[in-house]
Structures are given as structure tokens and as C-alpha cells.
């Protein structure tokens, strides 16, 4: 990977004293490379590392750093540039309902896209309206519906024998009589670029005059992704692009290359598939996780969105008095599931990436689930006394949770084994354990 390959760069630079032209001109060839095999744009690969030896040799050897740990952090800078600098918000300017347009390829995930947007707005308090505008598929219809239902939004009831201008005009309409303030349309793509979708999707930008145009582009096509961001933008004006399946292997060069080949921001990235797996693009944090060095800021603010502090701080008393139990420990659970998969936590901690065995360290999701089944399967007694539940009640709980004895047993002996750490803790500092109780 991008990250790798720079590593090693980097390791070999902080053997220097200084930083001279020569080691970082033998450093820079190896960062050009490391970019063009991530799939970055040969030019903009070129000019990167133009500005990244101007800065470098500008600038006086700072004490606290090794020249290796110098070169890095201009590096880290210049990636921060090159994306655009700053974080760039969703448009939604203009009189309620304020119509955002989502145009891109088939499969491209803008669906997908209008579900988790959704999801996100009514998070910040607004009230979004889904509108499916392709009316070529009659499954992309019945797709998005099924995604409203899921985050209880409104979805429009556009039939395929209309039009994707008068969906889009009658659908603003509904949208205001329904006193919704957002209204999400989600257009149809092709398989290539072609001039009949070109005209439908201007002809919808004309009438619906959107606050913003999001060009979704999927990250693992690489630089067919820039490709359709300058296509696009070329023919409808796109006011950002959201990045999707930025959790696969994509290479990174999509990401680095659309500011500076299109002029516009990524808004968004794609993280998953499932409709709470969008996230605010942030230049600087994703020049850090091309470096490798773990997106910390993301970790914490994923963390805290989903900690509520006064549970935490119950739970903090709760341990303090030895008094956790089974239905405290499900609760837990729950919270860590929420803040996304494991995997993703545990490769936004810094330095974690790089290690072999977390890499391989494949958390179970399933086994999560499961332990939930187990002990919503508990009476509450036996949440509270866990030492009552023998042989036949194994058994009973078993039974009721779709699982094995065994499953119960290791579920048990794995909090009995917390019980006994805790105790131990007590005696100690106690903030911030809940993350390191898992089985
Ligand atoms: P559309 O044709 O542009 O509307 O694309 P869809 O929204 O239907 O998405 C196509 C496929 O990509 C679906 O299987 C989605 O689940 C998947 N998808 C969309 N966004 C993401 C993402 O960020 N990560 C992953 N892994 N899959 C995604
Ligand atoms: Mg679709």
C-alpha cells in the first residue's frame, strides 16, 4: 500500500543528520513512485513532489524533529494541500426545501449515497426528503424506498412511466407539503458516460436549480474515478464529489488526485455499505492515513458520538463498586458495534496499521451478536448473579439464543475473567476500560 511503501521511505531518511538536496531528492524519487503505483495522476504526482523539495529546502531543520520525521511532516502538508486544505461542508444554502442533486455512474453507490446523506442530515437536526429520480430501473426505485423505510425517511412515489424532470418538480412540492427541508435526488446512472444522461441530468439541474451537485465516484476505480469527476463537472458544474468504497483496497489516488485535476472538493467518503458509513472528508486527517498514522481524530469523535459521558460515567461508578454486570456487559457490546466494525477502530489507531498480526486480526462481528443473543436470553436475576446459573439454566439459555452450551460457558468464563481484572483495577485508574473489555 501508499502508506507502506512511504514507511519505508521514511525509515531510510531518518538515518540522515540533515536534511541535504541529495537524500531528499533519493527520498522524493521513492515517494513519486510509491504515488504512481497508489494509481495518482502522473502530473499531479510530478508537481507534489516539486512542492514537497521546495518546502523542504526552504525550510530551516526544526530542533524537535529528525530530518526523517521533517520530511514526513511536509509530506503530511503538502498531501493536506493537495486535497484541497480544508474540510468542504454540503451546500445547503437557498429557501427550504433545498434540492441536492446526486449524479455518477451505475453502481457508482449514489443510492446508497442518498440513504446515508439522509441518515446525516436528520442526525443534524434537518428533515430530508428521498427522491428516486431513475425511472430506467424499476429496482432502483423499490432500492430506495427500502432505504427510507430503514432510517424512516420519506421517499417520494415516482412511477416509471414519469418523467425525471416533473419526479424532481412534483417531488419539491411533496417535499414542502410534507414540511420537509431537504430534498435528496437520486438520478439515474449508465454504465459509461453517454449524451442522453448528460441532457436529462441538466435539464433536472435547470428546473431543480440544486444548492449542490455531489458527483458520487467509486474509489476503487482509481483514476476512472477522476476521469468521471472532469467529465462530469465538464458537462453539469458539480459543487463536490463523495468518494464511495473508500473501505476497500482502493489505492488512495482517487482521493489525491480529484482536487487538483477537477478544481472541486471531495465532500464525503463511502465507507461501507451500510447507511451509517459516510464520513466528512477532512484533508489533513486523510493525508495522516495515507502516511500511515492513524486517523486519530476520526477514532474520537466516532467514540464520542456514540458514548454518551453520563452512561459512561454510571458505568465508571458501576465498576467502581464491583457491581458490572451481565446486562451492563451486553450494554457495552452494543456501544463498541455501534461505533462501527472493530476492524475499522482498530486500524485508525496509530501505529496499529502497521502491525502483521492486527492487520490479520479479523474481529468476529458475529461473535458480538451472539453474546448479545446470550444474554438477552438471561432472566434478570441471572444478569445480576451470574454464580446462579447452572447446569439447566446453561441449557434454557442455550436453547433461547439459538447458541451452544459451549457458547455459554466461554461467554461466562470471558466475564468472569473481566470480574477478576476489575478488581484488580480498581485498585488502579479506571478511565477508558470499557474498550479494552472484550472478549
Ligand atoms: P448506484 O447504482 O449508483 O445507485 O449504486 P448503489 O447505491 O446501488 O450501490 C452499488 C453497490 O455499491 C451496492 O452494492 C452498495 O452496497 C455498494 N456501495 C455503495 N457505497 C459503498 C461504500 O462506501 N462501501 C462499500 N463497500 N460498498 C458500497
Ligand atoms: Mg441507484
Known sequence: SLSEKLDGVFKRLKGHGTLT???????????????????????????FIADVKE??????????????????????????????????????????PVPIMLVGLQGSGKT??????????????????????DVYRPAAIDQLKKVGAQIDVPVFESRTDMDPVDICRQARVAAHKAGCDTVLLDTAGRLHIDE???????????????????????????????????AFDDALHIGGVVLSKMDG?????AALSIRSITGKPIKFIGVGE????LEAFHPDRMASRILGMGDVLT?????????????????????????????????????VRKMGSLTDLIGMIPGMGKHKQMKNLDVDESELVRIEAIINSMTPQERYQYN?????????????????VQDVNRLLKNYTQIMKMMKKINKGGMRGLGRGMLP
Open 299 to 335: 477514532m474520537i469523535e466516532k467514540a464520542q458520538a456514540v458514548v454518551d459521558t453520563e452512561q459512561a460515567a454510571a458505568l465508571e461508578k458501576k465498576l467502581r463498586k464491583n457491581q458490572f454486570t451481565l446486562e451492563d456487559f451486553r450494554d457495552q457490546l452494543v456501544q
Open 274 to 277: 451500510k447507511l451509517a458509513d
Open 196 to 230: 442522453t444522461l448528460m441532457a436529462e441530468l441538466q435539464a433536472i439541474r435547470e428546473a431543480l436549480q440544486p444548492a449542490d451537485v455531489l458527483l458520487v465516484a467509486d474509489a476503487m476505480t482509481g483514476q476512472d474515478a477522476v476521469n468521471m469527476a472532469k
Open 388 to 404: 446462579i446459573i447452572n447446569g439447566s439454566r446453561r441449557r434454557r439459555i442455550a436453547k433461547g439464543s439459538g447458541t451452544t
Open 249 to 253: 483496497d482502493a489505492r488512495g489516488g
Open 55 to 96: 518546502r523542504s529546502l526552504g525550510q530551516e531543520v526544526m530542533r524537535s524533529l529528525t530530518p526523517g520525521q521533517q520530511v514526513v511532516k511536509i509530506v503530511n502538508e503538502t498531501l493536506t494541500d493537495l486535497m484541497g486544505g480544508a474540510h468542504e461542508a454540503l451546500d445547503l444554502s437557498g429557501t427550504h
Open 21 to 47: 538536496e541529495k537524500n531528499i531528492s533519493d527520498g522524493l524519487r521513492e515517494v513519486r513512485l510509491a504515488l504512481l503505483e497508489a494509481d495518482v495522476h502522473f502530473k499531479v504526482a510530478k508537481q
Open 112 to 133: 446508497t449515497t442518498a440513504g446515508k446523506l439522509a441518515l446525516k442530515l436528520r442526525k443534524e437536526g434537518r428533515k430530508p426528503y428521498l427522491v428516486p429520480a
